[in-house]
């Protein structure tokens, strides 16, 4: 289980992937003429349909080739959209002060100001602050950008509201996809009100992701929107007034969209729409499991959670840990650490998916239920507050099968601190590093010029 918050690392069954080694789509190049590609083409426009039917919107580009490329996509056809209509003064973009670090960073690349807008006590957007920063801007404002559910993993009751007041005031609203796992089939974006959205595809949509991609990060916008969608030199995609190519080639990396099409086609509707309840439920089932032992930040009135959930771990550091040893400690537990420190430092953010059964959620339970045991270990006493398991994580085989053993606690509890994990230990194989160091340091392993001579 990798249970990466707001990265949906979820299953990528063989049969999604299996058709992108087939040489009939591997080996065609990019501009390859028309009549030779109409596989491709049908693959491309079958999947467009269905985002669409997903988003709600009436077009969808597959153009962007990751998340935050869409995001600039659907940014640059708002703003194109708002000087086709003699509103170029229109370069002001609203984001919460929960938003992923992208949403900013791709509005002023694609050439806005960003006003930053507060957050209640919830977690949830403050609408007060939006209605007022909303007036303030007037004709200035380009848009709003939000992540729905928001990044605090809360579906936000006033969603529409905030849609509404942004439309009121000229702008446009642009819904970060990062976390459509808990909307595919439920709800959508066009129903909340936004006009663009991009689309994870190695998230939601099951292309592998991580180690260096690929990514495909394509956009659905609304009616209104389509004119704008991007062109390319060499092919009739976008719209008639589309904004340039973003990406090389016009259907993106188009190879992996094999694997989205194979998950949208098997799956079908009501698959998808299964896929996004268990998503929902496999995370309510953590969450009840593991609030007697540590704090949930967000949650509704109802007491639930979207897909996600933030474990506040700030309260251990009066007793020497931190949120990295509790992630580190998990590796000796056989899990891949959660996100740590988003969207809240001091935090860990867990979203288990779709893809895990119930057993497995059980052991990562379990795991984090013994974890706050070693934790009340230090607290207490009972554990030294510096050679503990926790600030000594994670444990290789090498430590453990050292001849000599300096640690006040046993190998066992190290190496094996649950029964089930002798039965499959998975063993880390860097120990503990010192990552402040290195994130100030720059450190160059690789050979010395001479050795090029």
């Not at 669409?52 to 998340?67: D, H, M, R």
């Not at 895990?356 to 379990?366: G, N």
Request: aromatic content about 8%; hydrophobic content about 40%; glycine content about 10%.
């Amino acid at each position: 289980m990798i249970a990466l918050g707001s990265c949906t690392m979820k299953l990528n069954a063989a049969t999604q992937m299996y058709p992108v080694t087939w040489e009939a789509f591997s080996r065609i190049h990019p501009f390859a003429p028309a009549d030779q590609t109409k596989g491709y083409q049908q693959v491309c426009a079958e999947l467009e349909s269905a985002l669409c039917e997903i988003t709600g919107f009436a077009g969808v580009s597959l153009q962007p080739n990751s998340g935050a490329q869409g995001e600039f996509t659907g940014l640059a056809v708002i703003r194109a959209y708002h000087r086709d209509r003699g509103q170029a003064t229109r370069d002001v973009v609203l984001i919460p002060a929960s938003a992923h670090g992208t949403n900013p960073a791709s509005a002023v690349m694609a050439g806005f100001k960003v006003v930053v807008v507060a957050t209640d006590d919830r977690g949830n957007v403050d609408v007060d602050d939006l209605r007022a920063k909303a007036t303030a801007q007037g004709s200035r404002l380009a848009a709003l950008m939000i992540t729905y559910p928001s990044t605090h993993g809360v579906f936000e009751d006033a969603i529409r509201d905030i849609c509404a007041i942004v439309h009121e005031h000229g702008g446009q609203g642009y819904m970060d996809g990062a976390n459509m796992n808990a909307q595919v089939g439920l709800t959508s974006p066009a129903r909340i009100g936004a006009d663009v959205c991009h689309l994870n595809l190695h998230k939601t949509f099951a292309i592998p992701h991580g180690g260096g991609g690929p990514g495909m990060g394509p956009i659905g916008v609304a009616a209104h929107l389509t004119p704008y969608l991007p062109g390319h030199l060499f092919r009739e995609v976008g719209g008639d007034r589309a904004i340039p190519a973003v990406s090389a080639a016009p259907w993106g990396s188009a190879s992996i969209l094999l694997i989205s099409y194979g998950y949208v086609r098997m799956l079908g509707g009501p698959g998808m729409t299964e896929a996004t309840r268990c998503a929902i439920l496999n995370a309510n089932y953590i969450k009840a499991r593991l609030e007697a032992h540590y704090e949930v930040l967000y949650s509704r009135r109802t007491g639930r959670v979207a897909h996600e959930m933030i474990f506040d771990l700030r309260a251990f550091k009066a007793h020497g840990i931190e949120e990295g040893d509790v992630a580190k400690r998990l590796m000796d537990y056989g899990f891949h650490a959660p996100t740590v420190s988003f969207p809240v430092p001091g935090t860990l953010m867990v979203e288990p998916t779709e893809s895990e059964s119930k057993a497995e959620l059980d052991r990562f339970c379990e795991a984090l239920i013994a974890i706050r045991k070693e934790i009340d270990e230090v607290a207490t006493g009972q554990a030294d507050r510096r050679d503990n398991v926790l600030k000594n994580a994670p444990h290789t085989a090498a430590a453990v099968t050292a001849d000599e053993w300096s640690h006040s606690y046993s190998r066992e509890k190290a190496a094996f601190p649950l029964p089930w994990v002798r039965a499959s230990k998975f063993w880390p194989s860097v120990a503990r590093i010192d990552h402040p160091y290195g994130d100030r340091n720059l450190m160059c392993t690789c050979p010395p010029v001479e050795a090029y001579a």
